[in-house]
């Protein structure tokens, strides 16, 4: 919020309202009351659509275009921007920019008419709206988006404030307690194997201990809840970083060392401001402003900045900051190939033996010294993807999958309770003793690949072994006796 408003208030009920030099009429007022008192909790936005994960793949490279905007909707008698104005940002700074993911603050009064002036067709999903308490504004922050917003969001209020109504008359400092300032998490799923946590945040106007207890109190979040994921952070901060200031050092400002801390990287700072340069358009300069957009990658993904931009408007007091970011998916460079099966052989390292299907009246699978030949050669099948990490590819095998192993003439590799839990080829269809749970001791991430390290722990909690006698059975270690490289046929 910001300073502009005079030291004047009108007390209704107990409550305070600023208002502006020019006459406030009797209708500004109730509009006033009826805008805090009225609009309570939290509510689905116009036109919100319930989440389904998207059936596209990332691939190996894209882009996201996306803007944090302040769009000061307070009532008008406040200063606020009125119904029509909302609208007009709607449909002309956000559908008419086509943005990927858009981040607003101070979206107080104004929501249903934001929301509904959007292209549902173009931006189907937007977060929950909260309306704060009995006589608060709430937090007035949204997550709008073109790709699906998932069960995972949730608005924070900080805990540390600093500034009320009171002192705003007494001595005109902001009364950032008077609304429900914090942050939103959502998880955004961009592509069926690529999703990514969004923080939208607005922090108090002042700085000093309440302001520090807000920037630990989001990365303590983001510690404990985004370890691991892609991460990107916007909103209005209503703190500098300019003067090199994300550079990790002496000068290196409060905000800076908070980004540093969670090893996240300025968008604003990956830009040349050369003059000429076509990747930005009317920035105040390096890193200039209180709003920002930050962001930071993972094993599978990483983020690149490709052009900045500050967009010049005449609704709100802020210019929207925008930033089309590149990305790379390097679980996809890793692989040679996507495959959800594998022709291989599985070598034992230790005894220098590869898992043989051995057909006859028993059907035994055995590990023989034998180069890869038809008996050797089995079809790995991923059956089941194991768990929901931020690097999970549905495209092929990764470690915790659950695989089958067939052989050349249909039979399948199984593990039964019986007989020291013996391993043969048996059987003809897959259920659960047909099943293995596959770890990859060469990369826990990425798609499985020629000369990887595995272990298969059966449907029984055992882990098939390679034993002294050319046996296949199962224990329950994984020392080198359960340890199989990978081999693809060629």
């Known amino acids: 919020m910001k300073n502009k408003l005079l030291k004047s208030a009108f007390v209704v009920g107990g409550l305070s309202f600023s208002f502006s030099a020019s006459a406030i009429t009797f209708s500004e007022i109730w509009d006033i009351l009826i805008s805090s008192s009225t609009q309570v909790g939290f509510t689905g936005t116009v036109g919100n659509q319930g989440y389904s994960r998207p059936e596209h793949l990332s691939g190996q490279s894209g882009q996201?275009?996306?803007?944090?905007?302040?769009?000061?909707?307070?009532?008008?008698g406040l200063q606020g921007i009125s119904d029509s104005q909302a609208s007009l940002f709607s449909s002309t700074y956000i559908t008419g920019q086509a943005y990927d993911i858009v981040g607003l603050q101070e979206n107080w009064v104004r929501?249903?008419?934001v929301m509904s002036s959007l292209n549902p067709t173009e931006y189907p999903y937007r977060s929950d709206h909260f309306q704060g308490g009995i006589f608060s504004f709430g937090d007035g922050l949204s997550t709008i988006s073109k790709h699906p917003?998932?069960?995972?969001?949730?608005?924070?209020?900080?805990?540390s404030c600093k500034g009320t109504y009171a002192d705003f008359i007494a001595n005109g400092s902001s009364p950032d307690c008077e609304t429900e300032k914090g942050f939103t998490f959502t998880e955004v799923q961009l592509a069926k194997d690529l999703k990514v946590h969004f923080y939208n945040t607005h922090m108090d106007t002042s700085n000093g201990p309440e302001k520090t207890g807000q920037f630990n109190q989001l990365k303590q979040f983001i510690q404990q809840n985004s370890a691991g994921y892609p991460v990107i952070v916007m909103g209005d901060f209503n703190a500098w970083i300019d003067n090199g200031g994300w550079q990790p050092g002496p000068g290196q400002s409060e905000l800076g060392r908070w980004a540093t801390d969670l090893d996240l990287t300025w968008a604003c700072s990956q830009v040349s401001y050369a003059?000429?340069?076509?990747?930005?358009?009317d920035v105040k300069g390096p890193c200039k402003g209180v709003d920002h957009i930050a962001f930071r990658g993972n094993s599978q993904i990483s983020f690149s900045t490709n052009r900045y931009d500050?967009?010049?408007?005449?609704?709100?007091?802020?210019?929207?900051?925008?930033?089309?970011?590149?990305w790379t998916n390097h679980a996809a460079a890793y692989s040679s190939t996507y495959a959800r099966?594998?022709?291989?052989?599985?070598l034992n390292t230790h005894h220098n033996t590869r898992i043989q299907a051995v057909y006859g009246g028993n059907d035994e699978a055995k590990n023989m010294p034998a180069p890869a030949a038809e008996w050797e050669t089995f079809t790995l099948a991923l059956e089941q993807k194991g768990n929901t990490q931020p690097w999970v590819d549905h495209r092929c095998i990764q470690s915790g999958d659950t695989v089958s192993i067939r052989s050349h003439n249909g039979h399948y590799l199984r593990a039964t309770p019986?007989?020291?839990?013996?391993?043969?080829?048996?059987?003809?269809?897959?259920?659960?003793?047909?099943?293995?749970?596959l770890y990859n001791h060469t990369n826990g991430w990425a798609c499985l690949n020629a000369n990887d390290r595995i272990t298969l722990k059966t449907a029984h909690g055992k882990y098939v072994m390679a034993d002294a006698n050319r046996n296949l059975s199962a224990s329950d270690n994984q020392q080198a006796w359960e340890f199989f490289q990978v081999e693809f046929a060629r």
């Open 310 to 326: 500050e967009v010049h408007q005449s609704i709100s007091d802020h210019n929207p900051i925008t930033a089309t970011l590149n």
């Open 418 to 437: 019986h007989n020291n839990h013996n391993v043969d080829v048996r059987a003809g269809v897959t259920m659960s003793w047909e099943k293995f749970t």
């Open 149 to 159: 917003i998932n069960g995972r969001q949730l608005h924070i209020e900080y805990s």
């Open 341 to 346: 099966a594998h022709t291989a052989s599985l």
């Open 64 to 76: 996201l275009k996306i803007m944090a905007a302040n769009i000061k909707g307070f009532p008008e």
């Open 111 to 113: 929501n249903y008419a």
């Open 275 to 281: 003059a000429g340069n076509t990747n930005i358009n």
